[in-house]
Nanobody, 119 residues
Framework: QVQLVDSGGGLVQPGGSLRLSCAAS????????VGWYRQAPGKQRELVAH???????NYADSVKDRFTISRDNTKNTGYLQMNSLKPEDTAVYYC?????????????WGQGTQVTVSS
């Protein structure tokens, strides 16, 4: 059974940093695009960043130059390094990955990890 687990959230002061991880477990799959989304209370879920299996990245304007998405294909894990955090970055962050399993492409979501930026 293939699963996606995201982790690394927490409480941090403004200007601080956090690193989120997104690990796919199971067997017989290949990881394609990995993306991070976030949802703040009362708001729609929005794309933060994504990276394809060639390493090309894309970021929301609000996080450019502060967040960095990366991946380790040997560990089937994606990361989101978040620096210079602001209170408006507070949200539940969700990892999404497109996994190819025996030729079938499926979208998987992590359970979400809370990021709170507050003094």
């Amino acid at each position: 059974q293939v699963q996606l687990v995201d982790s690394g959230g927490g409480l941090v002061q403004p200007g601080g940093s956090l690193r989120l991880s997104c690990a796919a477990s199971g067997s017989g799959f290949r990881m394609h695009t990995v993306g991070w989304y976030r949802q703040a209370p009362g708001k729609q879920r929005e794309l933060v960043a994504h990276i394809n299996n060639s390493g090309s990245t894309n970021y929301a304007d609000s996080v450019k130059d502060r967040f960095t998405i990366s991946r380790d294909n040997t560990k089937n894990t994606g990361y989101l390094q978040m620096n210079s955090l602001k209170p408006e970055d507070t949200a539940v962050y969700y990892c999404n990955a497109i996994l190819e399993i025996f030729g079938v492409f499926r979208s998987y979501w992590g359970q979400g990890t809370q990021v709170t930026v507050s003094s």
